[in-house]
T-cell receptor, first 113, second 110 residues
Framework: DVKVTQSSRYLVKRTGEKVFLECVQDMDHENMFWYRQDPGLGLRLIYFSYDVKMKEKGDIPEGYSVSREKKERFSLILESASTNQTSMYLC????????????FGSGTRLTVV | GQQLNQSPQSMFIQEGEDVSMNCTSSSIFNTWLWYKQDPGEGPVLLIALYKAGELTSNGRLTAQFGITRKDSFLNISASIPSDVGIYFCAGTQGAQKLVFGQGTRLTINP
């Protein structure tokens, strides 16, 4: 069963901590994405990557960075966590080609205290 | 960034009722997709539409790609408790990146 795996379902971190959210896909997809989901705001794109070592900013990249050293792994980094980064974080991947749907992970619910 | 206009934002219905939701945009999309998100999980693809006018069914779900390529709707017939969740529309304009609607939260009273 192909899938996208996010390393943690729930995380609690302190303000100022450096936080790593890990995402691994086993479908050999070229494209990977990080979203955050907040009530009433839908899915907002943070960063995405079309290839290894390649990254592009999404709509809300401030306060985040990413790393893609291997094709199957895409990491989201919160350099200095703040309470306004408390959210559900969703990773997704897709193959190359127009209109190809995303496969999402189960999400990581991050609470920053 | 651009988002699709999805409505309604929430629905409260009785079990057995039919459900209808839609998504509109001011610009043309080449692909429309519908996702469902169960509580505490990531969204899962329900239906993908690739041609204007296309009507596709998946069990009790039916979705259509609007003729103008600026809208899409999703219907659910004879709703059941497991239909509860958030439904998202999404579209592409040729690039890899999906644009999402803000979601429709469906609640069903048994």
């Amino acid at each position: 069963d192909v899938k996208v795996t996010q390393s943690s379902r729930y995380l609690v971190k302190r303000t100022g901590e450096k936080v790593f959210l890990e995402c691994v896909q086993d479908m050999d997809h070229e494209n990977m994405f990080w979203y955050r989901q907040d009530p009433g705001l839908g899915l907002r794109l943070i960063y995405f990557s079309y290839d290894v070592k390649m990254k592009e900013k999404g709509d809300i990249p401030e306060g985040y960075s990413v790393s893609r050293e291997k094709k199957e792994r895409f990491s989201l980094i919160l350099e200095s966590a703040s309470t306004n980064q408390t959210s559900m974080y969703l990773c997704a991947s897709s193959p190359t080609g127009p209109g190809r749907g995303y496969t999402f992970g189960s999400g990581t619910r991050l609470t920053v205290v | 960034g651009q988002q699709l206009n999805q409505s309604p934002q929430s629905m409260f219905i009785q079990e057995g009722e039919d459900v209808s939701m839609n998504c509109t945009s001011s610009s043309i999309f080449n692909t429309w997709l519908w996702y469902k998100q169960d509580p505490g999980e990531g969204p899962v693809l329900l239906i993908a539409l690739y041609k204007a006018g296309e009507l596709t069914s998946n069990g009790r779900l039916t979705a259509q790609f609007g003729i103008t390529r600026k809208d899409s709707f999703l219907n659910i017939s004879a709703s059941i408790p497991s239909d509860v969740g958030i439904y998202f529309c999404a579209g592409t304009q040729g690039a890899q990146k999906l644009v999402f609607g803000q979601g429709t939260r469906l609640t069903i009273n048994p």
